[in-house]
């Protein structure tokens, strides 16, 4: 059995709540944020995760955001 992304259309209203905002900021969606939809708790918990890995400190934004694209390489992810 394969699972599908949670779209949209389908979504709870909490999930389609964060899909606005996160189109808002990035564009889109991405299928793993779509995946994880299906739990709105571990989306959350998740979301809240990048938003502290992402805040301002020692390390510039750039080289976070490529250690994010590496580790996705590394790991086979699809876009």
């Known amino acids: 059995m394969r699972v599908q992304p949670l ?5 709870p209203a909490a999930v389609k709540e964060v899909y606005a905002d996160l189109e808002r900021r990035h564009g889109r969606v991405s299928t793993f944020y779509k ?6 708790a571990v989306l959350k ?3 809240e995760l990048e938003s502290a890995v992402m805040v301002e ?3 510039p934004d750039r080289l976070k955001q490529l250690a ?3 580790t996705s390489l590394l790991n086979g992810c699809a876009r």
């Open 7 to 11: 779209e949209s259309d389908h979504a």
């Open 68 to 70: 994010y694209l590496r």
């Open 57 to 59: 400190g020692a390390l």
């Open 35 to 40: 995946m994880l939809a299906y739990k709105p």
């Open 45 to 47: 918990a998740c979301l």
